[in-house]
Structure formats: structure tokens, C-alpha cells
């Protein structure tokens, strides 16, 4: 990675001088300088300011700079230097290296040699099976599943698990709503509560009258059944947690582990969590509740984890389930949650140190939601109705566009998703932009072994090259003398930022910048097409431009594989 590696020879070069005293009083160096690109791409391709070890070495900038370019390598670029700024400029040999590079490793350019390896649970959509998702769980589901791609390609072993929330109230709702609907096909004249406050005890979506009408064609006695909230209850569960299911995997958004909250219960781990730390004094009791004493370890205040009528708060089996994964031997657990989750993140937090684990192994990515936008105006939710779902958007629009898109902004940040602009075949659809130049380099391959016409007389051409001489290309490029002009350079540049792009998304558990890339390096690859004729009779020129192709058709693969977007041969 150039990045690093220019830092590196900065870096030992500064470390050198000052073993040498070429660097006035400085007698040691901490590190801290920045590498960026300067302003006027004549004076070379990265630079390193040193202006900052005056104060130290009580020397001025050029001077410095000057003294450690005496114990820089120069091995494959040449420097110049302006002011406290150490420039570099790449070597030709140093540039073709990274083609060379890429197409050697495929699809395995970008993977770091050695990391950290770490088991990695990630926690991600986890809704209540009461309904058919909303448009903020695609948000979660499409950057929780990109996301635990680009560990995996990082090299982290990742297991992806949904946590059903299937213990509470809002069962025992869905199992009374899917009630009233039964009754309505039965043709029994009854209807949801008008007044809002009751209202809220009833899930009064149409999604439930598919499946009344399933409940019916299985139990001819459905009327009668209609007084057993508990069965129902159980049967619209099932349903709901199938159609999430098969939404899910027809989001390429695949789990591991649907992890139940009732099994959760039922197994006793959320009492044993509730006595472990009743028993280790983390407990206490007041107004005939029991309050975790969440304050000594970072929290704004003590919470209740079980109520005065002796059932638990949410708050309970959560620290069960986040101890319970801790428990299964992961070292780091990352969660996806809303961000009006925020305040949850200290208590859960504070109960593993309670219970005597490391608390530091949670990570939580807090998410904004999503706007949807139709003809330049934000729509409110359920005022469009055929936008409300996930599964209305992805019809709306396709499962390629909807995942791109839903990734294209920081977690951090409120997506504004343009329906008109993700159904565009254009060059402003992001989406669209990426996947046809992936094609557009699969279309160049594909005519440099496919026969031509002379379109003057007819007569039929050989190809630019053989299908061996195609297949071998990564042989063939070492021989190549092709010089490199600026657009060529400019688009080696951006494949070579690529390994350097992985490692920060990995690290920093960010997938936008995984779109951004793809979006800038298709910029820069359709410069190049505009700019270079790729197939030619000139056959060592078409060897070299071919084989920048190939890299960058398997580059835009790599990173549309980890968005989970399709990258299309032909469109």
C-alpha cells in the first residue's frame, strides 16, 4: 500500500537522523505525520509534511526535510522537496507492479497478510416478528450483512445472528389481532378499537389477513379457535418469522442464527444472569422492584431489571443474551441498533462488567434511518402506502439498487433514498454507474477473442488476440513496455487505494466507503476507456490496456461482492 508504505520510509528515515544527530536537538521521534496527496498532482504523487519537528529539532522545515531525504531509499520513485513537504512521485516499474500484483492474487487482491484474527458475533435487524419489516430494518440488513462480508474478506471468522424478540406483550397482540381478522373472513362484523390508546394493543396491518386465511384453511374449527390467543399467538409468530426469513435471503442477507428470545428464557439463563448478580451484592430492592446498580459502572443510573409484580424488564434478558455470547467463546460482539438505542449501550455495558466480563468486546454501530424520497419530496412513512415495507421497496426498485443505496451514506448519517434515481439506467444512478463499468470491462474482454469485420469490405478479421493469449495474460504484461500516460496512472492509483480502502473499512466497521471507492474507480475507469483505444492491432499495447481491464473488472467485482450487489457481464 503506498500510503503506508511512503509513511514507513518517512518514518525510518526520521528514526535514522535522529540516531545520526542530523536533526538538531531531536533525540527521538513519536510518530504522527500524515500522508496526503498534494494539491498540484505535477509535484508528485503523495507527500509528507516534516514541518512539524521544528520545534524539536529547532531547524527550519526545508532543512529537515532535507536532512531525511539523505535516508530514504528512493527504491521506485523519486523525490523532490518544497518547503517542510517531502514529495514522491511513483516510478513507471513501481506502478505496473500493482497490475502485476493483481492480476497474480484476483480475487484475493486487497486481503491484509496478517491481521489480528478475530470470532466475531454480529448482531444485526433483530425485530419483533409482529409484521413485515420497514424500510429502517433494509438499512440495518443491508449494511450488517456488507458488513460482516468485509470482515470475513478482511480475514475475521464472523457468525451473523438475528435476535428474535418473541417473549412479551407484543406476542400476545399479535395473537389477538390475528383474531379479529379471522373473525372478519369468517364474515363476522368486528373491527380493530377506534380509540388510539386501546388501539396500540392490536397490530391492525393488512399483512395479518393472509395469514387468517392460512389459519382458516388449516383448522376448520378456526371460530372456535379464536379464543386461544395463545395458539394463535404461536402461529402468527411462525408466519411472521418465515415471510421475514424468506425476505431476508431474498436480500442476500444471510444468518447463521435466528436466536430466539423465549428459548433464551426458558433455558433459565436470564434468571441465573438476574441471581449472579443478586448474589454478588449488584442488586437492590425498592418500591418492591429490583434495581441493578448500573451506576457504578458508567451509567446515569441505576436500572430496574425486574418489576413489582416480579416480571422482567427488557433490560434483563439482555444481559443474559449478551453474556450468553460471551459465553459461546466470541472476542468481540458487534451490535447494529438504532440510534435511539443510545442510552442502552452504558447499561448493557455495565452489566457484563458487573458480571465480571470484559466490556470493551461490545462494540455498538448506532444507525439513523432512512427518507424516502419520490420526485425531489421527502414522503412520510404510511402516507405513501406501497412504500411502507422493505418488500414494497425492493419490487419498487430491485434488490441491487435497494442494498447499494441503503449503504451509500455513514451508518451515522439519515439516508435520503431517491426512488426515481435508484430505477435510473443512467450515469447518475450510483448503482447503474458502478455495475456498467464492470460490464463495460467484461464487454472489453470478451471482443478482444471474438472475430472482426472490416467494415469497408466485409472481410472477416482474426481477433485482437487468442483465448490463450487472454488467459496468460498475467505472464504477458511483465514484457510490456507500454509508457504510462496520466489517465492511466491516475486509474493504477485508484486499484492500488484499494487495499489500503479494505483495511480502513475493516477496521473502522464502515461499508460506505466500500461504495464511494466503487464509484470513484468506475469514474476513473470510464475516464480511461474515453481516453485510450484498449484493442488495437498494436499488439503490446493492447496487452498492457487489457490487462488494466482485467484489474479493474476484478476489483469492482471484489467490492460489489461485499456490498452483496450483483456485478452484471452484460447490460
Known sequence: MFREYFLDEVTNAINNAVKDKKLGGMESFDGGLIIEKPKNAEFGDFAVNVSSLARNAKMAPPLIANAVCEYLSKDGYEINVIGGFINFKISDDMLKRVIAKILETKENYGKPNKINKEKILLEYVSANPTGPFHIGHGRWAAMGSALANLLKFYGHDVYQ?????????????????????????????IDFPTDEVERKNYYPGDYLIPVAKKFIEKNPNAKELCENVQLLSDFAKLEMEELQKKLLENFRTYFDKFYSELDLHNS???????????????????????WFKSSEYGDDQDRVIKKADGSNTYLTADIAYHADKLNRGFDRMI?????????????????????????NKLEVLLGQLVNLIVNGEEVRMGKRRNMVTLDDLIEEVGVDATRFWMCMRNIDVTLDFDIELAKKSTDENPV??????HARACSILRNAVAERVNQETGEKLPPFLSADELNSLEQRFKDVNDEINPSVKKLILKLEEFETVISLSAENRTVYTICRYAQELASDFHSFYNANRVLSDDKETTLYRLALVKAVKTVLKTALDILAVTAPEKM
Open 268 to 290: 433459565g439463563k436470564v434468571e441465573k444472569c438476574f441471581n449472579l448478580l443478586k448474589e454478588s451484592g449488584k442488586l437492590y430492592e425498592q418500591d418492591g422492584a429490583m
Open 335 to 359: 451490535n447494529i441498533w438504532g440510534a435511539d438505542h443510545h442510552g442502552y449501550i452504558a447499561r448493557v455495558k455495565a452489566s457484563l462488567e458487573a458480571l465480571g466480563y470484559d466490556s
Open 161 to 189: 445472528e438475528f435476535y428474535i424478540n418473541d417473549a412479551g406483550s407484543q406476542i400476545q397482540k399479535l395473537g389477538k389481532s390475528l383474531a379479529i381478522r379471522i373473525r372478519q373472513e369468517l364474515g363476522e362484523k
Open 432 to 437: 447503474f454507474y458502478v455495475q456498467y463499468a
